[in-house]
Nanobody, 126 residues
Framework: VQLQASGGGLVQPEGSLRLSCAVS????????IGWFRQVPGKKREGVSC????????YYADSVKGRFTASRDNTKKMAYLQMNSLKPEDTAVYYC????????????????????WGLGTQVTVSS
């Protein structure tokens, strides 16, 4: 199983980035996809989690209205469109897949998550 996040980089405040997560080795339509971020020394944050059928999406309050998660099960891809980026969005972003939780629970209280991908660095700075 592989999840590979990409699309990170350096962007100015108020800029945009689109992260992609390429998934292989699992039947993506059976999994909730989560986007998480982590800053060294801080707790991991569930940014957005999207249901397997793309009918329900959770967003952390810190990104609501700015970030949009989506997925394409046929292409085995998930995406996180990030707009109006702020310096506090700077972090390593990870995508993850899990079958046990709904979107809100995956993002807010999951302790064990089935699969994690390698992260991609997002830096928001002028």
């Amino acid at each position: 199983v592989q999840l590979q996040a990409s699309g990170g980089g350096l962007v100015q405040p108020e800029g945009s980035l689109r992260l992609s997560c390429a998934v292989s080795g699992i039947t993506l339509k059976n999994y909730v996809i989560g986007w998480f971020r982590q800053v060294p020394g801080k707790k991991r944050e569930g940014v957005s989690c999207i249901s397997s059928s793309d009918t329900e999406t959770y967003y952390a309050d810190s990104v609501k209205g700015r970030f949009t998660a989506s997925r394409d099960n046929t292409k085995k891809m998930a995406y996180l469109q990030m707009n109006s980026l702020k310096p506090e969005d700077t972090a390593v972003y990870y995508c993850a897949a899990d079958q046990s939780y709904g979107p809100r629970d995956l993002c807010t209280r999951a302790t064990y998550i089935d699969y994690w991908g390698l992260g991609t660095q997002v830096t928001v700075s002028s």
